[in-house]
């Protein structure tokens, strides 16, 4: 589900809601459920202060159900090994206020850049790291880029 509650950026939520389906088929967790909430630079700055004591908006971050020990294994094929299973993931807050930017630096379409950000946020649900996996986290991702035809 992605509710918009924020009104900075035009978004087509449909495209994004069947975004948000394939991934979740790709990785193997289409009966799993995520909520995608697209909010204010404003509301992003209280979220990235209160749960990360940054300042100022980030573009996503995502606050998962469960605290995995380790990330949920992604086979070959890029299917999660728990395929099938029905749990609540998470949630994932995303401002496209901050998506803009980034898209204009990267040179990408603010619907690319959401899209990169909802692959993003799921991949964290899942337990995954950037900052502390040595890599893995990026390989998935740039495969599911290539996947879905999102530029680098």
């Known amino acids: 589900m ?19 389906r394939k991934v979740k088929r790709e990785l193997g967790v289409n009966e799993s459920e995520v909520t995608v909430c ?22 996503v971050l995502s606050f998962p159900t469960v605290a995995r020990p380790r990330p949920v294994r992604v086979r070959r094929g890029l ?9 609540y993931l998470g949630d994932i807050a995303i401002s496209p206020a901050t998506a803009r930017r980034y898209a204009t630096s990267h040179d ?6 959401l899209r990169v950000l909802i692959v ?3 991949l964290h649900l899942l337990g995954y790291d950037h900052e502390t996996d040595r890599g893995e986290m990026d390989k998935i991702e740039r495969k599911l880029r290539k ?3 999102l530029t680098p």
Do not use: C, Y
Not at 2 to 20: G, K, T, Y
Not at 79 to 87: L, R, T
């Open 2 to 20: 992605i509710l918009n509650q924020q009104r900075e950026v035009r978004v087509a939520m449909r495209p994004l809601e069947s975004f948000l």
């Open 38 to 59: 697209l909010v204010s630079d404003k509301a992003m700055a209280r979220l990235n202060e209160s749960f990360r004591n940054k300042k100022g908006p980030t573009d």
């Open 79 to 87: 299917h999660a090994a728990n395929s099938g299973e029905h749990q």
């Open 108 to 113: 990408r379409t603010v619907a690319s850049e």
């Open 120 to 122: 993003h946020g799921v």
């Open 147 to 149: 996947r879905f035809g």
